[in-house]
């Protein structure tokens, strides 16, 4: 059985760095955090995409604190829920995807977290998929769950209530999804569930449902997101999100390119760093004793550092200061082979993989962000109607940092 470590000042960091709030309250969270118990914890993630993202990684990063104090935690992949879609905060329903979609989306996600928890070990972290339960309730037990929860509660939810304001359409499944996470909680049999701010009303509904069903409370940690300077969530659909899949460069220069009224809360959601040396920092930026660019620097090479490790860290850092800083030609060029001919410019970055449209590539050379040419000589593309006839040597060039030879 895991020791747990009832240090006051492990006690108050679990309970401060983070978090927004706690449900029903502090105090009975700490209590039981000091009394010596082992807590079981889960966060649950849905595979809507085929990597987490930092996001993701803020529960993670919680979770593990628990697990360093010797709780029980719970890594929950939604194989079950992905299928449906979290409504939070959407305007309009998500696309539903079957089971072979999100089981093919969460291929990676154990190895991702496992840069944060631990699953191996004296008290390794517990991987569920929630297709284990919820594939074998009825009918019959679906009403006798629903029962619990009124349509009141449901429709008083913000999302639903502009959709409803203007006229769009709420689907009877997108009311069930609080339901189907709320019995996670139940199948599970935990004493604490960790998630994001925005996932409160889902989170409570697990809360509900645990006490009604097994007159079990559970604890509800609610925790801070990785917002803007405008306080604006950064996430997939802001388009502003690293996901954890990234290439060491590419995560380091994503972070990089974060506004400075991000810093202080990404060192504290998405670092590891001490406690007080996070606050330091904090000080130094708010003060303005700190440069935001030295900061910004070191928190990217942290993230980079916990999702791949202090070498490709370092290398990262050094590609950055090379390419973005210093301006120079990085010494190692990715090289791609491409038939001979003549190509208009979009067809020519979609066949490089530099753009995912010709939409996307024909707005980047409108905005000044293609270069090509030769390792001397790069000049910036102003015609996103040019035609490039392609030869061995030629460099395109999108944005900062990525490069791409023709061989």
């Given at each position: 059985m895991a020791h747990v470590n009832t240090s006051p000042d492990s006690i108050l960091e679990i309970l401060d760095r983070g978090v927004e709030k706690v449900y029903p309250n502090r105090e009975n969270l700490e209590k039981k955090l000091k009394s010596g118990e082992v807590l079981r914890l889960y966060c649950g993630f849905d595979p809507s995409a085929s990597s987490l993202h930092i996001g993701n990684a803020i529960a993670l990063a919680k979770l593990a604190q628990f697990q360093?104090?010797?709780?029980?935690?719970?890594?929950?992949?939604?194989?079950?829920?992905?299928?449906?879609?979290?409504?939070?905060?959407?305007?309009?329903?998500?696309?539903?995807?079957?089971?072979?979609?999100?089981?093919?989306?969460?291929?990676?996600?154990?190895?991702?977290?496992?840069?944060?928890?631990?699953?191996?070990?004296?008290?390794?972290?517990?991987?569920?998929?929630?297709?284990?339960?919820?594939?074998?309730i009825s009918f019959k037990d679906l009403i006798g769950l629903a029962s619990n929860f009124t349509v009141q509660q449901m429709i008083q939810r913000d999302m639903f209530q502009k959709r409803l304001a203007e006229?769009?359409?709420?689907?009877?499944?997108?009311f069930l999804y609080p339901l189907a996470q709320a019995y996670d909680s139940v199948a599970l049999d935990v004493d604490v569930e960790v998630g994001g701010n925005d996932q409160l009303f889902n989170m409570m509904c697990g809360r509900d449902l645990l006490k009604a069903l097994k007159q079990k409370d559970k604890d509800v940690l609610t925790l801070k997101l990785l917002t803007d300077s405008e306080g604006k969530k950064m996430g997939k659909s802001e388009g502003n999100i690293v996901m954890l899949d990234e290439t060491p460069n590419n995560m380091y220069g994503q972070v990089m390119s974060w506004a400075d009224g991000v810093l202080p809360s990404a060192f504290e959601l998405c670092t590891f760093l001490p406690w007080e040396e996070i606050k330091d920092i904090q000080a130094g930026l708010s003060a303005g004793t700190l440069n935001p660019r030295d900061a910004k620097m070191k928190l990217a090479w942290e993230i980079t550092?916990?999702?791949?490790?202090?070498?490709?860290?370092?290398?990262?850092?050094?590609?950055?200061?090379?390419?973005?800083?210093?301006k120079e030609m990085p010494e190692e060029?990715?090289?791609?082979?491409?038939p001979a001919g003549t190509y208009k410019i979009a067809d020519l970055l979609l066949v490089l993989n530099l753009c995912a449209s010709r939409g996307e590539a024909r707005r980047l050379v409108d905005q000044g962000g293609i270069k090509i040419?030769?390792?001397?000589?790069?000049?910036?593309?102003?015609?996103?109607?040019?035609?490039?006839?392609?030869?061995p040597g030629l460099i395109i060039q999108r944005g900062k940092r990525q490069f791409i030879k023709i061989s």
């Open positions: 360093r104090l010797g709780h029980q935690v719970i890594f929950l992949i939604g194989s079950f829920t992905g299928m449906i879609g979290d409504p939070t905060d959407k305007g309009a329903a998500r696309k539903q995807l079957s089971r072979e979609e999100v089981m093919a989306n969460a291929v990676n996600f154990q190895k991702q977290a496992g840069a944060y928890l631990d699953f191996n070990g004296d008290n390794p972290a517990e991987l569920r998929y929630n297709n284990e339960w919820h594939d074998k006229e769009k359409p709420v689907f009877l499944h997108e550092n916990i999702n791949h490790g202090r070498k490709e860290a370092d290398a990262a850092q050094d590609y950055f200061i090379k390419t973005v800083q210093n060029v990715e090289s791609k082979a491409v040419g030769l390792a001397d000589n790069m000049k910036t593309l102003t015609d996103s109607q040019a035609e490039i006839t392609v030869s």
